[in-house]
């Protein structure tokens, strides 16, 4: 819940930083900001009070977890179902394949980021656990060769 906080080039500097890292140390953060310690703290818990930082995390090689392909799952509900929307990502929230997901606007309702051991695997999820959903009226599947999160 973010509150009508205004970021200042502090803060935005400490953003830019623990999104490049957030596991750098606060000393070494106060030091690259120009402010001392005890401040570095107040800012990074404030951020976080405040909601602008939403949480802190950490990616994972997918092969690591027997994962290897990913793939990008979209998702058509039927125009009668859109009331179902919340209960559509609520279900997704609950599956371990989903990496992530993105409501959208347009012609698609949602993107799914899936991760699955091999192909057949990621059929019988989205024919299984996609598909077969009264609420879906289609499903695209796009697999992902390579995923980069850019310099942001």
């Known amino acids: 819940m973010l509150t009508g906080r ?42 976080v009070a405040d909601g602008v930082i939403t949480r802190f995390t950490v990616d994972v090689d997918p092969d690591a977890f027997g994962e290897p392909l990913q793939a990008l799952v979209s998702v058509r509900l039927r125009p009668g179902a859109r009331h179902q929307l919340t209960a559509f990502a609520d279900g997704l929230r609950s599956l371990p394949e989903v990496a992530q997901f993105f409501y959208l606007a347009g012609a698609e309702d949602f993107v799914v980021h899936v991760r699955a051991s091999d192909t057949a695997h990621l059929r019988d999820f989205v024919t299984d656990r996609i598909s077969t959903q009264p609420m879906v009226a289609a499903t695209n599947t796009s697999l992902i060769f390579e995923h980069d999160r850019g310099g942001r």
């Open 6 to 47: 205004t970021l200042d080039d502090v803060d935005r500097r400490l953003l830019e930083l623990l999104r490049a890292d957030g596991r750098r140390p606060n000393n070494q953060l106060a030091a690259a900001v120009g402010i001392s310690p005890s401040t570095c703290l107040a800012r990074v818990r404030a951020l």
